[in-house]
């Protein structure tokens, strides 16, 4: 069965980091683009950071030079690596690949 199982969420303070790990089961994954969202409670899902399979990256405005996202196509794993954390970034961030999701992963950003 193919699927997407995100980890490395967790509670930090602002100004923290963390990094997120997104495993594919399938090595099919490594031929497409994989990308990041969030969602927080009582908004949409947005879109934070995607790379392509050549590594091509995108980030959104609001964590562009923060966050960083790469991908380790020997693991089938794809990361994103966040700095400089900020309250407005606590969500449930999932990975995303062709149609498939993953289960999400929580990130809070508190003192």
């Known amino acids: 069965q193919v699927q997407l199982v995100e980890s490395g969420g967790g509670l930090v303070q602002p100004g923290g980091s963390l990094r997120l790990s997104c495993a594919a089961s399938?090595?099919?994954?490594?031929?497409?683009?994989m990308g990041w969202y969030r969602q927080a409670p009582g908004k949409q899902r947005e879109s934070v950071a995607a790379?392509?399979?050549?590594?091509?990256?995108w980030y959104a405005d609001s964590v562009k030079g923060r966050f960083t996202i790469s991908r380790d196509n020997a693991k089938n794993t794809v990361y994103l690596q966040m700095n400089s954390l900020k309250p407005e970034d606590t969500a449930v961030y999932y990975c995303?690949?062709?149609?498939?999701w993953g289960q999400g992963t929580q990130v809070t950003v508190s003192s």
């Open positions: 790379i392509t399979s050549g590594g091509s990256t």
């Open positions: 399938s090595s099919i994954f490594r031929f497409n683009a």
């Open positions: 995303k690949s062709y149609e498939y």
